[in-house]
Nanobody, 126 residues
Framework: QVHLVESGGGLVQTGDSMRLTCTASERPFSAYTMVWFRQAPGKEREFVAASGRYGSSTYYADSVKGRSSISRDNGKSTMYLDINSLKPEDTAVYYC???????????????????WGQGTQVTVSS
């Protein structure tokens, strides 16, 4: 079972940039498709971005497309999420997830991921 730890959240201002990091306990990290979800207060958890096992395939939610980048360093068992031009609506707890078996068609589905971190809070002030 892989253990995931997110870091990099905090209080930022509108227009700022941030980098979130997800570190996994298990190798090879390349065995896992990785994903970021987020959950705002009073809302359901939603897909943000996903990375295929080697980082060559990436997927984004429309809400962050064009101002975000998901990447990974398999040698360090680490995944990153960079978001630019932050907005108050980006305020949420951000979670990273991992799956060995998710298909491309299900890559945006929360239920496809068996492993989750505890989350990191991101607050964007206006």
């Amino acid at each position: 079972q892989v253990h995931l730890v997110e870091s990099g959240g905090g209080l930022v201002q509108t227009g700022d940039s941030m980098r979130l990091t997800c570190t996994a306990s298990e190798r090879p990290f390349s065995a896992y498709t990785m994903v970021w979800f987020r959950q705002a207060p009073g809302k359901e958890r939603e897909f943000v971005a996903a990375s295929g096992r080697y980082g060559s395939s990436t997927y984004y939610a429309d809400s962050v497309k064009g101002r975000s980048s998901i990447s990974r360093d398999n040698g360090k068992s680490t995944m990153y999420l960079d978001i630019n031009s932050l907005k108050p609506e980006d305020t949420a707890v951000y979670y990273c997830g991992a799956s060995r078996t998710v298909s491309t068609s299900a890559i945006r589905s929360q239920s496809a991921y068996a492993y989750w971190g505890q989350g990191t809070q991101v607050t964007v002030s206006s």
